[in-house]
């Protein structure tokens, strides 16, 4: 799509509007991988805090051992102005508002070159809610990050129906080349693939609670105990399977009429039918042969032990009430 090379992060200008808690993680992260940033914000108050925030970035950066060291240059300014003519990619970090959103990136498709890739940070609102028209949705899509981006380096790339497929390309390229893995979403959905999953559970959190089930204490050490060691490590597909002889298979035929009940409790239909579970099966068999199972398992079991003793330490020094 563009004239620089796709293997060059350190060739590229990136503008990031907005310089919130977002937008400086995303600079300290993508000037650590040598790209050329400008942050912009027009308050003077955090364009002020920036250098603390960046200092902050980059020490937890290097404590999180993921610091790059390309030491690309890193200019803040109120208005990106000229920045914007240059930008390879521009970032938009500003408030989850959809008139804003709308507003700035209306003045993006006309500030920028036809070939710069427009890109927002929101939470939820997808780009063809900004951008109705599939015409002006060519170059532009959704990244979203996990926050703090500068430690959790996964970004959730999301196509409107007219991004064309070589931008999502371009952007994959240039937040791996961050460090990040880029997960590239098939098309767009409310909430994406994170606040999907993340609200699943929040949602049966809440039910449990308002149920009786248990009170907030007891699903707090459920998840911190149980299930997050766990996720640390694997997914929620190679948990199932490395929690039960036969694999996906074995753990749908076991346990999928229960979680269907569970579901259809609650309102929602759930249907793990044969297909499904073979296509998942596949995909699980492409990322690991069924004769490396037993090894990973051994595995996960050692490395759970290893974050286990480290979580416990870290919490002995979590800050006390009062």
């Keep these: 799509m563009q004239d620089k090379p796709l293997s060059s992060l350190e060739s590229r200008n990136v503008t990031i509007l907005g310089a919130g808690s977002i937008g400086v993680s995303f600079a300290a992260v993508l000037a650590d991988g040598g790209a050329r940033v400008c942050l912009a914000d027009p308050d003077p108050n955090r364009r002020a805090a920036v250098a603390a925030s960046l200092a902050v970035q980059a020490e937890a ?15 803040v300014v109120d208005d990106p102005g000229d920045h914007l003519a240059e930008a390879d990619l521009v970032m938009e970090c500003g408030p989850e508002n959809l008139e804003i959103k709308q507003a700035i990136f209306a003045d993006l498709l006309k500030s920028t070159d036809a070939e710069t890739i427009l890109a927002t940070a929101s939470s939820a609102i997808t780009i063809s809610r900004i951008l109705p028209r599939e015409a002006d949705q060519r170059r532009c899509l959704v990244a979203h990050p996990v926050n703090p981006p500068a430690i959790l380096r996964v970004i959730e790339l999301v196509p409107a129906p007219g991004t064309d497929p070589t931008v999502t390309e371009t952007a994959a390229d240039l937040f791996s080349q961050a460090g990040f893995e880029a997960v590239q979403l098939g098309h767009e959905i409310e909430g994406f693939v994170l606040n999907r999953l993340q609200g699943a559970v929040l949602r049966e959190a809440y039910r449990l609670v308002e149920d009786g089930v248990a009170d907030v204490a007891g699903i707090e050490a459920i998840v911190r105990l149980g299930l997050g060691p766990r996720w640390a490590l694997s997914g929620p597909f190679e948990t199932a399977e490395l929690n039960t002889p036969g694999g996906i298979p074995a753990h749908a035929e076991r346990m999928g009429d229960a979680y269907r009940r569970m579901g259809e409790a609650r309102g929602e239909t759930v249907d793990w039918n044969d297909t499904l579970v073979e296509r998942v099966n596949a995909e699980r068999r492409a990322a690991l042969p069924a004769a490396a199972i037993p090894a990973r398992a051994a595995w996960r079991s050692r490395a759970v032990a290893r974050l286990v003793a480290e979580r416990d330490r870290l919490m002995k020094d979590e800050p006390q009430d009062g």
């Design 61 to 75: 950066i290097k404590t999180a051992g993921l610091a790059l060291g390309h030491e690309g240059q890193l200019t």
